[in-house]
Structures are given as structure tokens and as C-alpha cells.
């Protein structure tokens, strides 16, 4: 079996009040039900679908030797072997735009291995807001297309990325940023119809009913000075200092 990177936070507030979830067995996307009771959320990188990208030399270094292309992996040899594990809450992947057509493919090969949303539900980091919040909301709409249970900021340092984030979660017919089109591959991952989609995927705790995270990672002093702000923001999940 590859070897997989178990992502745990060790400082991580759960902004939501932990209620009882009577509604944990209707829920689709199991993180929230396990937010809901206030419990811990652990996530694991999925299977290998792309050969490792090669680093480049440290300033200084002599120039590293480019490696022999490696053959792709095989989809569903790495959607079966993710499917049959069950040990983590969620399925953390390392997603970027070129990968797109290949990450489609995975998530097909996840659906005929027996994966969905409740039982493998798909994170991903989107580019830092303020550093090009155009580039981030593109990153948003895009990998909701492709199924993912929600969203995950990195380096935040302001609660208007929060409102960003959240505005680029919800359709525009609900307000939002969001084309209401192109549905398809997310909702059949999900289980259910585009217009049953289109109405769960919807930021919680904001929309008490929808089935979308939103964890943003502080990572800065500028982020630290303004926390307690960007914890303030009404749809915030989890906060990751």
C-alpha cells in the first residue's frame, strides 16, 4: 500500500456549537455530523494518480538532474485502493488546475470503486486569497465542480477572504459567486440530483442544513493579530492556527 500523509491539526477551533446531531444519519458529508457532536475531524491524502513533481535546487545548488518520466498511475487501481480504506474522516488531495481531466477521471474511478461523499469526501487548499483573490475563487468554483466537500484557506489573514470564500460556495442564484451550472460530476459523486445539489451544497454552519466546509488555516502574525475577527465571520467551520 503507498504510503499516505495523515493531516491533523493540533491547534483547530471548531466554530460551531456542538449539538446534538439528530440529523447525523440524513447528513451526506460526515465531517459535519462529527462537527456537529464536536468531535475531531482527521484527513488522509488519497492514492497516488500523477508521478511526484520534482523540486527544484536550492539557490546555490548545483542543478538537479531532470528525473526519467515516470508511466501515470493507474485510476482505478488508486481510486480501489483509496475507496477500501476507511480509517479517516475525509480525503485530502493536493489538487491542482493542470490536473483537472486526470482528477475528473479520478473521481469516476472513485464512484465505481464504491467512494462518495459520505464515504470519502474530498478537501483541497485553493490559492491564498490575498495574494490573487481572482485566481482563488476561479480554484473554489472549479474544484466544487469536481466534487469537493468544501473548501480550505491557507495563510488567511483577513475576515473579508473569509466572505470571499463564502461568497464564491454559494450559487449566484442563492447570492453567491458561483455558477449555477455544470453540476454534474459533483452531484452523481454525491448521490443525488443537480437540483438536490444545488440546494445542499451550501456552506454550515451558515446554512444549517448545508453539506459544505469551510476551514481556513491562519498562518502569519498579520492573520494572528486579526483572529478573533476572522473567527467572527457567520459560515467559518474550523479555524486552523
Known amino acids: 500500500m503507498h504510503a499516505r500523509w495523515f493531516l491533523t491539526f493540533a ?12 440529523t447525523a444519519g440524513a447528513r451526506l458529508n460526515p465531517m459535519i ?67 483537472a481531466d486526470r482528477f475528473m477521471g479520478f473521481v469516476g474511478a472513485l464512484m465505481r470503486a464504491g467512494a462518495s461523499v459520505r464515504t470519502h469526501p474530498i478537501l483541497a487548499k485553493v490559492p491564498i486569497i490575498h495574494t490573487d483573490p ?10 466544487l465542480a469536481l466534487g469537493h466537500a468544501g473548501v480550505m484557506l491557507q495563510e488567511v489573514e483577513s475576515p473579508d477572504e473569509i466572505r470571499t470564500a463564502l461568497a464564491a460556495m454559494r450559487f449566484k442564484a442563492q447570492g453567491g459567486t458561483r455558477p449555477d451550472e455544470g453540476v454534474g460530476l459533483a ?6 440530483s443537480d437540483d438536490e445539489y444545488r440546494r445542499r451544497a451550501r456552506p454550515w454552519p451558515l446554512v444549517k442544513d448545508g453539506e459544505m466546509v469551510l476551514w481556513a488555516i491562519v498562518e502569519s502574525r498579520e492573520g494572528i493579530a486579526r483572529v478573533r475577527e476572522i473567527a ?3 459560515g467559518l467551520s474550523v479555524m486552523v492556527v
Open 33 to 99: 455530523a462529527l462537527h456537529e457532536q464536536g468531535m475531531r475531524v482527521f484527513g488522509v491524502t488519497h492514492a497516488a494518480i500523477a508521478p511526484p513533481r520534482q523540486r527544484p535546487a536550492p539557490p546555490g545548488a548545483a542543478p538537479v538532474e531532470p528525473t526519467p518520466a515516470l508511466p501515470l498511475p493507474s485510476l482505478m487501481a488508486a481510486a480501489a485502493e483509496t475507496a477500501a480504506y476507511r480509517g479517516a474522516d475525509f480525503t485530502y488531495t493536493s489538487y491542482a488546475s493542470p490536473q
Open 134 to 143: 481572482a485566481a482563488a475563487v476561479a480554484r473554489i468554483h472549479e474544484q
Open 11 to 22: 491547534a483547530a477551533v471548531w466554530l460551531a456549537t456542538p449539538q446534538a446531531a439528530s
Open 187 to 192: 452531484a452523481a459523486y454525491w448521490g443525488v
Open 232 to 234: 467572527a465571520v457567520p
